[in-house]
């Protein structure tokens, strides 16, 4: 899905905040400085989501962008971004160094950690953003790469470079499905620049099928509350089969089924124990975190915990007194 966003569509005297409100809810939280007479603001923004990676082109005046510490903090989704340089010339600063970028060329940098953005002559770059625990790599080797420039001068990013720039500029052609296939090659390309001229480049050769146990459960975790999870819903975003699922799953001695009622359970058992307690009625609660049926949820709280789950609101006062 592409979305397409200018400032040419907004009154001048609001450019300003709507720019700023685009970039904070639709790219990532951040401080936004930008020219102070309305009339210089001009963005064209365009957006795209690949699978899990985002690709957004911004052609604006120059600006300057600030991750503060607090942003950086109060982030519960840590990504990682990859600037391609269209044209002209901008800086990334982070961990007390600095990449300085022209046309061609590409750095990263970590949302969990400050970061500054100089576009001192204007903005005409790709950002491609990932959440970090789809790159599945150590902190360290993440940390080594911030703030340096990556390509196009080595092999592996000179490949990253050329295949990044046509994926920004194809984009609004792919349909569903080829976006689908493309997602999972386009994670593997940006984890092997990163690798690349690392310390640890032996991690570039690594596969992800290395740590796809714990992205499933990562995934799975984060759709607990789905009603629609389901081994298929999994394996299709991870570009696995079934099959292989369920093998990987076995690996860490988890069954699908039981894991997810299990979690599913703990989250309403955590639920119910607050105090004081929810104005939220059980049949409510069980069907937010993925359970069909009340009836059902019912029967299997009873099972695990002994209680139902209105004996077990019940005594939650009284245990905390």
């Not at 010339?89 to 046309?103: I, K, M, Y």
């Not at 789905?226 to 696995?240: N, Q, Y």
């Amino acid at each position: 899905m592409t979305t397409t966003w200018q400032t040419a569509a907004v009154p001048l005297a609001d450019r300003a905040d709507a720019l700023r409100q685009t970039i904070r809810e639709r790219v990532v939280p951040v401080e936004l400085v930008l020219p102070r007479r309305p009339e210089d603001v001009h963005a064209d923004v365009t957006i795209t989501d690949i699978g899990s990676v985002q690709v957004s082109s911004v052609r604006a005046n120059p600006a300057t962008v600030h991750r503060t510490t607090r942003l950086a903090g109060a982030d519960d989704e840590p990504v990682l971004f990859i600037s391609l340089q269209k044209s002209g010339e901008s800086t990334v600063v982070q961990d007390g160094r600095g990449a300085v970028l022209r046309p061609g060329s590409i750095a990263c940098y970590d949302t969990r950690r400050p970061y500054t953005l100089l576009f001192e002559r204007g903005v005409d770059t790709h950002f491609f953003r990932v959440p970090l625990r789809d790159i599945a790599l150590p902190d360290e080797v993440v940390r080594q790469a911030v703030a340096r420039v990556l390509g196009p001068g080595g092999a592996v990013s000179g490949i990253a470079v050329d295949y990044l720039t046509r994926l920004a500029e194809t984009r609004t052609q792919l349909d569903a499905t080829a976006a689908h296939l493309l997602a999972a090659p386009s994670l593997e390309l940006i984890r092997a620049v990163l690798t690349a001229e690392s310390d640890r480049p032996a991690l570039a050769a690594g596969p992800l099928h290395g740590t796809l146990g714990l992205r499933v459960l990562a995934h799975m975790r984060d759709h607990l509350a789905d009603p629609d999870l389901s081994p298929a819903s999994v394996a299709r975003a991870h570009h696995i089969s079934v099959r292989h699922l369920y093998a990987t799953l076995a690996r860490h001695g988890i069954g699908f089924g039981d894991w997810v009622r299990t979690e599913r359970l703990d989250a309403c058992r955590r639920e119910l124990s607050r105090t004081p307690p929810a104005t939220e009625t059980i049949a409510a609660l069980a069907q937010r975190w993925g359970f069909k049926s009340p009836a059902h949820f019912s029967r299997a709280f009873k099972a695990a915990y002994g209680m139902s789950p209105r004996e077990w609101r019940a005594q939650v006062p009284r245990a905390h007194r």
